[in-house]
């Protein structure tokens, strides 16, 4: 996180509006809303020299001072783990994260992460998601291969962040799934929140749930599988297992969803990833292969 002092004055066109939307508006580059509303709540922000709420209604003349206090240290060490870097520049990097790979830190598994090797590999990394996951803007199930995008200032993280919840990122994974699809392209519209049996476990559920939309494409049919090309419209916790499973597609090599066999994780690549890039303000997109288990996966499947 950097540092940083601002001082604001709020004008006629500013009067009556509620400070933390004013904040957002006038930081909107630097910093999200919930991490403001946060600086507020900690009274790091004044308005006329007093702390304030962040629903506090504005008034023209009103001096606000905001205070961002430098970053504290990571408590997650750097590791010397290779990594498969495609793309890095001042703002971000992008990251061909290997299965089995897992992608940030959390209670019980505090080493052997990407974070653990982007610490190591970065001088600097966007403090936003907090000491757990800086740089994650966001992330790929730990049987998932394929490409993240990682940010190594605030302003780029909010940028990057801001497209993810526009859903103007361009996705696209590759997907081998059971049984034989029958219909060429197929959007599937369904809600997903938490399994009521399971709670480890994410499935469609009509209450407490979100909306998600997944896009797929049938590259190529086998004997009793089919190579699938996906594109999620949303980012729901294990969206495209959840939805290839409940039409009765379910990822080969997806235990947790019911797979039973040889293949020992999700058939999920995320194969492409583009995006608006947060200084040029230009659209990138990148590609990457699918990893060896894949490949070897289809040839057999081809011989059936």
Do not use: W
């Not at 783990?81 to 994260?97: A, C």
């Amino acid at each position: 996180m950097e540092k940083g002092q601002f001082e604001f004055e709020v004008n006629e066109e500013a009067n009556g509006k509620r400070l933390d939307k004013f904040l957002a508006g006038r930081l909107k580059e630097d910093y999200s809303r919930s991490f403001l509303q946060k600086l507020v709540s900690e009274g790091r922000v004044l308005v006329n020299g007093s702390t304030i709420k962040p629903h506090h209604k504005l008034r023209q003349g009103d001096k606000i001072d905001v205070n961002v206090p430098a970053a504290v240290p990571s408590l997650i060490l750097p590791e010397d783990i290779p990594l498969d870097i495609i793309y890095e520049d001042e703002d971000l990097l992008i990251v061909n994260k290997p299965s089995g790979m897992v992608v940030h830190p959390a209670p019980s598994n505090y080493s052997g992460t990407l974070v653990n090797a982007l610490l190591y590999h970065c001088k600097g990394l966007s403090s936003i998601g907090g000491v757990l996951k800086p740089g994650i803007v966001h992330r790929l199930d730990k049987g998932t291969s394929g490409l993240l995008v990682v940010a190594k200032k605030d302003s780029s993280h909010v940028k990057l962040a801001g497209q993810f919840k526009a859903k103007t990122i361009t996705r696209r994974y590759i997907a081998l799934v059971k049984g034989v699809v029958q219909l060429d392209n197929g959007i599937i519209e369904l809600p997903i929140g938490r399994s009521t049996s399971d709670r480890k476990r994410m499935a469609v559920n009509f209450s407490k749930s979100k909306a998600a939309i997944t896009r797929y494409k049938v590259l190529e049919r086998f004997k009793n599988s089919t190579l699938l090309e996906i594109a999620p419209g949303t980012g729901r916790t294990h969206q495209i297992r959840v939805h290839m499973s409940y039409i009765g597609h379910i990822l080969i090599g997806d235990e947790k969803y019911g797979y039973k066999g040889d293949f020992k994780r999700p058939a999920l690549h995320a194969k492409t990833l583009g995006f608006i890039h947060p200084s040029t303000g230009k659209y990138m997109e990148f590609t990457s292969d699918l990893p060896e288990d894949m490949k070897g996966l289809i040839e057999r499947l081809k011989g059936l």
